[in-house]
């Protein structure tokens, strides 16, 4: 390969690298639009429930959707949003816990798993997934009551 065909792909290579992050910095812009009303609402109710330290608060993270039943677009931002919930909204010590249902629907995913969902085009849980996932709530609830609702998952896995 000569030294100007070398040059000519380190060049489309940087055009193809700057394109990418040109699409990312769109969609950042675009996620911020779309969740922010969300985001706002959310600190909002955070702080209600502070206002009642005497009570406990069990948040959870939203449901998610099949893939038949939503687009890649819509399931990204749930998830960032749900990951925003989880990393900075929650915070330690305060009297808000969550329950991530959200990540024992999509095991990490952008989707709620079909085989846990009644089917592929029906975005309810299946009763083999409640049965699995209620005992996870209980466990949640258990841990809150006895003090542990900042050490132990989130899940309400053991």
Same mark, same amino acid.
């Given at each position: ?5 070398? /040059? ?12 990418? +992050? ?14 922010? !009303?969300?985001? $706002?609402?959310?600190?909002?109710? +955070?702080? +209600?429930? $502070? ?7 069990? #948040? ?5 959707? #099949? ?24 915070? !330690? ?24 969902? +009644?089917?592929?085009? /029906?975005?309810? !849980? ?5 049965? $699995? ?16 609702g900042d050490k132990n998952q989130i899940t309400g896995?053991?």
């Amino acid at each position: 390969m000569s030294v100007s065909e070398e /040059n000519n792909k380190m060049g489309q290579l940087k055009a193809d690298i700057e394109k990418r +992050k040109n699409e990312l910095l769109k969609y950042s812009e675009e996620a911020d639009q779309d969740t922010g !009303p969300a985001v $706002r609402e959310s600190d909002a109710l +955070k702080e +209600k429930m $502070r206002q009642f330290q005497n009570t406990k608060f069990l #948040v959870w993270t939203g449901a998610s959707l #099949v893939e038949q039943e939503t687009n890649e677009k819509a399931a990204t931002l749930t998830r960032s949003f749900f990951e925003w919930v989880k990393n900075d909204w929650d915070e !330690p010590g305060d009297n808000i816990y969550l329950w991530d249902f959200f990540e024992l629907q999509t095991e990490g995913g952008l989707y709620f798993k079909t085989e846990y969902a +009644k089917s592929p085009d /029906n975005s309810h !849980p299946s009763n083999e997934f409640s049965k $699995r996932v209620y005992p996870f709530l209980c466990n949640r609830i258990v841990d809150i009551i006895r003090g542990d609702g900042d050490k132990n998952q989130i899940t309400g896995e053991d």
